[in-house]
């Protein structure tokens, strides 16, 4: 059955990196749109990052542009999230989700009804001062 695993998370201090990936069964990542989607302690879920199936477009919340980098590695069958120069205010949950919809920037930060289909259960990611 569809199912998404993430991994990569862990402790570092600001201004380290990290590289979370996506490992999906079931189905091939050139399927869907692939979506990184964090929650930080106390706020609501935001989406990170997006990487279409359709046309391979890509986009990045403001917060992180420039500094993550969302990529799809179709012959592994995974997508990764390079993320560099984390500061404490990255700190979260990442969840990795599928869409059938497009990577557009204004899906990516307010998504519509139905967007997201399959969800990950996350990977937690603690960036120290």
């Known amino acids: 059955q569809v199912q998404l695993v993430e991994s990569g998370g862990g402790l570092v201090q600001s201004g380290g990196s990290l590289r979370l990936s996506c490992a999906p069964s079931?189905?091939?990542?050139?399927?869907?749109?692939f979506v990184w989607v964090r929650q930080r302690p106390g706020k609501e879920r935001e989406g990170v990052s997006c990487?279409?199936?359709?046309?391979?477009?890509?986009a990045y919340s403001n917060a992180v542009k420039g500094r993550f980098t969302i990529s799809r590695d179709d012959a592994e069958n995974m997508v990764h999230l390079q993320m560099n120069d984390l500061t404490p205010e990255d700190t979260g949950v990442y969840y990795c989700?599928?869409?059938?919809?497009?990577?557009?920037?204004?899906?990516?930060?307010?998504?519509?009804?139905?967007?997201?289909?399959?969800w990950g259960q996350g990977t937690l990611v603690n960036v120290s001062s």
């Open positions: 989700a599928t869409s059938r919809a497009r990577c557009w920037y204004s899906y990516l930060i307010n998504p519509p009804d139905k967007y997201f289909e399959t």
């Open positions: 079931g189905f091939p990542v050139h399927h869907y749109t």
């Open positions: 990487f279409g199936h359709s046309d391979d477009s890509t």
